[in-house]
């Protein structure tokens, strides 16, 4: 399965640590994250991630372009609802999170979320993603 992986800047250690907890699962999987988060994933987990651009950058029509082909399966994006400068490209991410919507990819965006989704994701209950492509 295809996972995407983005943070806002002040989640972006919530998001290493969470790739640590599961790295065992996450392993198992290709990985797609925005440039930044890519990075800091691979330093602490040793894991492959394809880097798209920084997402202010480009890096959410990146990630938009694999979602409208149906080339993701997954998406966690942990985001900051309380940080201001967040907010400066939210209605980028906006796009993305309508993306998800209309193409029927799960979409995670607090930490709970995400474990339910990646412990759904090693049950095998995210295969039906295989045969909707």
């Known amino acids: 399965m295809n996972i ?8 972006k250690k919530l998001m290493q640590n969470f ?20 990075r800091l994933i691979e330093e602490v987990t ?4 394809y880097k ?8 959410e029509q990146q990630l938009g372009s694999q979602i409208e082909n149906n080339d993701l399966d ?13 907010h400066s490209h939210e209605f980028d991410f906006n796009n993305v999170f309508r993306l998800c919507d209309m ?11 995400a474990e339910l989704l990646i412990k ?4 095998g209950d995210l295969e039906w993603r295989d045969i909707y492509k």
């Open 46 to 49: 040793n894991l492959n991630v």
């Open 74 to 86: 997954m998406l966690i994006f942990l985001r900051d609802p309380q940080n201001p400068k967040a």
């Open 120 to 123: 759904a994701l090693e049950r």
């Open 4 to 11: 995407g992986l983005i943070a806002h800047d002040t989640k």
């Open 19 to 38: 790739c640590i907890a599961y790295r065992g699962i996450l392993s198992k999987h290709s990985l797609y994250a925005t440039g930044t988060t890519g």
């Open 103 to 113: 193409h029927n990819i799960p979409l995670a965006t607090n930490l709970a979320t």
């Open 52 to 59: 798209y651009l920084a997402g202010h950058l480009g890096g």
